[in-house]
């Protein structure tokens, strides 16, 4: 008996050391077939650990190692310990994707400082374009940091890019922003490689010569769209000598084709841009130069219209106190008519709207700020793109875009008016004592009022029916195009920047006065917008399709913390303890009953 007791103890023994054998090579050939065969699973719903292909490409075409230096880090609020783990995630993402050649780090650059150190080190940091925000701390939290720079410098041979993580809205939590801010960043990191990778081979221009906005006056919109883009200007307005001049010596060569010289001189021209933007025009176009605009979109030509239908300006209510609005006559509306839309005559009213400095007498004259119905805030809702993920665009005196039933051509609005607005019809008075009036809500009940859209598909000339022109003009005429794509926009102020008396260009979609109002900055995504518009048109790398990636993060219900954190933390406490008493007595119980 006892013999083969003995017996079975080794025949145990050997088995024991056998499965241990087979697990350590079992394991050791899977971490051999990892290295030799790489292969990762995102297991994710929504897929947030997965570059877009348009990612992939773009981190694939750096040639030499991308350096980014992250500042966020150092002691502050959980929210921010969410945006800094999901940065570097990503990160790796695009390390991954680029081959190796995306490095990175993680900087607490205001620890162990003096506080002149700290406002030195913000100064520059500032002056390079980078985000610096101070916490938002609960009641019963300490603050622990005065300063939070969640922001990064991209270094490219030997050149310097700001990349922003976090995406601030006026108005909205920092729970909501720093979401937001997550499901963008591979779009904002992917934008920063696009800049480092770019060649400029695109070309696009603001066109003149029909009183549009001075180059001043979009000039951080030139700015920006330059680091993708090479911009220009060009004047469509064939009565003007700034036009003209540009062909003179041909037309006195042959002063009998002077016409078709200028026609096919300014056409040439534009045809070498992939896009005109058509800013604020505020004089009328002619036929011929209409001519010129719907054969370039025949030839493939991408536009971006903003156009206004009435003459109204806050520089003339704030004069005049009062004015009426009149009718702009700008002769677009048979050229957009055809392609599916019709910029109506009047104005949007909305009670979501932002607002102008007044002067408050009863306070002793101190300047407050005061909700303008005519200042409509719009905030996207829509998952197309350009529009995805956007905060609210600020528009000024902006018209009513009407879409027309035109099967070939598919709409899209991109902005449109809230819930309490309604539409004011030709003349509209808009007088200053609006502000601060008692407003009937019942009265604003014509939502849904577009102001921007997006047209695609098949477009028809005008002037298919026009022959008179057609012989007029020595251009090849084209009737159609298959697919095109543009887009109109009922506000020319949305494209313009502040500029102060001493001509400093503020930010596109910065408010200076209401900023100054309530001590804090004000930025609409006015400019994230004319770039997104721009993008969709003429990006071939479809970056802009990274927007659309939607990312559900589950966060916990911040109440039910605070309300039942005693519980959960007597369960955390006591639970694990009860329940190894339980397995103790209960593996106690069986053993007894198995070896008794």
């Avoid at 490409?57 to 190692?65: F, I, T």
């Avoid at 902006?398 to 809230?418: A, C, F, Q, R, W």
């Avoid at 607005?421 to 009937?440: C, T, Y």
Wanted: charged share 25%; hydrophobic share 40%.
């Amino acid at each position: 008996m006892v013999e083969k007791t003995k017996e079975l103890k080794g025949n145990q023994k050997r088995k024991g050391i056998s499965g241990l054998l087979i697990l350590v090579v079992f394991l050791s050939a899977l971490n051999v077939a990892g290295d030799l065969w790489y292969k990762r699973f995102d297991l994710t719903k929504e897929k947030r650990f997965t570059l877009s292909p348009a990612s992939e490409k773009l981190a694939q075409k750096l040639d030499d190692v991308v350096y980014v230096q992250v500042f966020l880090d150092g002691k502050f609020p959980s929210e921010y310990q969410r945006l800094k783990n999901a940065t570097r995630d990503m990160l790796d993402e695009f390390r991954r994707a680029s081959g190796g050649n995306l490095e990175y780090r993680f900087e607490d650059l205001l620890a162990d400082k003096t506080v002149d150190e700290k406002e030195e080190i913000l100064r520059e940091l500032y002056s390079k374009g980078l985000q610096i925000t101070t916490p938002e701390v609960e009641d019963d939290e300490a603050e622990v940091e005065k300063f939070i720079i969640p922001s990064a410098l991209v270094l490219y041979k030997n050149n310097e890019y700001p990349l922003n993580l976090l995406k601030r809205e006026f108005g909205k939590t920092l729970d909501n922003d720093i979401n937001s801010s997550i499901e963008l960043l591979e779009y904002e990191i992917g934008n920063v490689i696009r800049q480092c990778v770019a060649e400029k081979v695109a070309k696009i221009a603001f066109t003149s010569g029909h009183d549009e906005l001075e180059p001043i006056e979009y000039a951080d919109a030139a700015k920006s769209l330059s680091e993708f883009y090479k911009v220009d200007r060009i004047n469509l307005n064939l009565t003007d000598t700034n036009c003209t001049k540009h062909f003179l010596p041909q037309i006195e060569k042959d002063p009998e084709n002077a016409g078709s010289i200028l026609i096919n001189g300014v056409m040439e021209q534009m045809n070498q841009y992939k896009a005109l933007i058509v800013a604020k025009p505020r004089m009328n176009f002619l036929d011929n130069e209409l001519y010129l605009l719907d054969q370039y979109v025949m030839n493939g030509g991408k536009l971006i219209v903003l156009a206004e239908s009435l003459i109204a300006e806050m520089d003339s209510v704030a004069k005049y106190g009062t004015i009426m609005t009149a009718d702009y006559n700008l002769n677009l509306n048979d050229l957009l008519f055809r392609y599916g839309v019709r910029i109506n005559p009047d104005l949007i009213e909305d009670l979501n709207c932002h607002g102008i400095p007044v002067i408050q007498t009863q306070q002793g004259g101190k300047p407050g700020f005061k909700p303008w119905i005519f200042y409509p805030l719009f905030a996207p809702d829509s998952e197309q793109p350009i529009v995805r993920n956007l905060t609210s665009v600020w528009g000024r005196f902006v018209s009513s875009i009407d879409t027309l039933p035109n099967k070939e051509v598919k709409k899209t609005p991109l902005l449109v008016s809230g819930p309490n607005s309604r539409v004011a019809q030709n003349p509209v008075n808009v007088s200053i004592g609006m502000v601060g009036l008692k407003i009937d809500q019942a009265m604003f009940n014509k939502p849904g009022n577009i102001a921007a859209v997006l047209l695609e598909g098949r477009f028809r000339s005008v002037f298919a029916h026009r022959p008179a022109m057609k012989d007029k003009t020595p251009l090849d005429f084209k009737e159609t195009i298959d697919h095109n794509s543009m887009i109109v926009i009922s506000d020319g102020d949305l494209i313009a920047n502040q500029v102060s008396k001493d001509n400093q260009v503020y930010p596109l979609g910065y408010d200076r006065f209401a900023s100054k109002a309530f001590n804090e900055s004000v930025v609409f995504a006015n400019k994230k917008f004319i770039l997104n518009c721009v993008d969709f048109l003429c990006d071939d790398s479809n970056l802009i399709e990274v927007r659309s990636k939607k990312i559900v993060l589950r966060l916990l219900d911040k109440v039910k913390v605070k309300t039942d954190r005693r519980k959960w933390q007597l369960v955390n406490m006591v639970l694990p303890v009860v329940l190894m008493i339980v397995f103790g007595l209960v593996n106690g119980f069986i053993r007894k009953r198995k070896y008794a």
